[in-house]
């Protein structure tokens, strides 16, 4: 189970941290990934992190914007970011997906297994 927090209203150019917290002993055998979605378009993939966090990719929209990281001894996945827009606006969900290799990872929604509920992220202009 995945509870992803840290969604709210902020204005354009702050920061915010989203959290996602997994339930169970086998989170550093999975890989993260983070995607949001908006009424009526697609989820968007935004960053995938390996299940040990030696490789982490972002979608080029949040390149240099957002980090990913990991903290695998309290089952966390994170999400900082900053200089947010409000085309951010959207619920934001964390994903996960158990591997057996250290070094996969996913940008398609489809792959992974497991979802949060979402957090909604609301930025104001």
């Known amino acids: 189970q995945l509870q992803a927090s840290g969604g709210g209203l902020v204005q354009a150019g702050d920061s915010l941290r989203l959290s996602c917290a997994a339930s169970?002993?086998?989170?550093?055998?999975?890989?993260m990934g983070w995607f949001r979605q908006v009424p009526g378009k697609e989820r968007e993939f935004l960053a995938t992190?390996?299940?040990?966090?030696?490789?982490?990719s972002y979608a080029d929209s949040v390149k240099g914007r957002f980090t990913c990281s990991r903290d695998n001894a309290k089952n966390t996945v994170y999400l900082h970011m900053n200089s947010l827009k409000p085309e951010d606006t959207a619920v934001y969900y964390c994903?996960?997906?158990?591997?057996?290799?250290?070094?996969?990872?996913?940008?398609?929604?489809?792959?992974?297994?497991?979802w949060g509920q979402g957090t909604l992220v609301t930025v104001s202009s």
């Open positions: 992190i390996t299940s040990s966090g030696v490789r982490i």
């Open positions: 169970g002993r086998t989170f550093s055998s999975k890989v």
């Open positions: 994903a996960a997906k158990t591997v057996s290799s250290v070094y996969y990872s996913s940008l398609k929604a489809d792959d992974y297994d497991y």
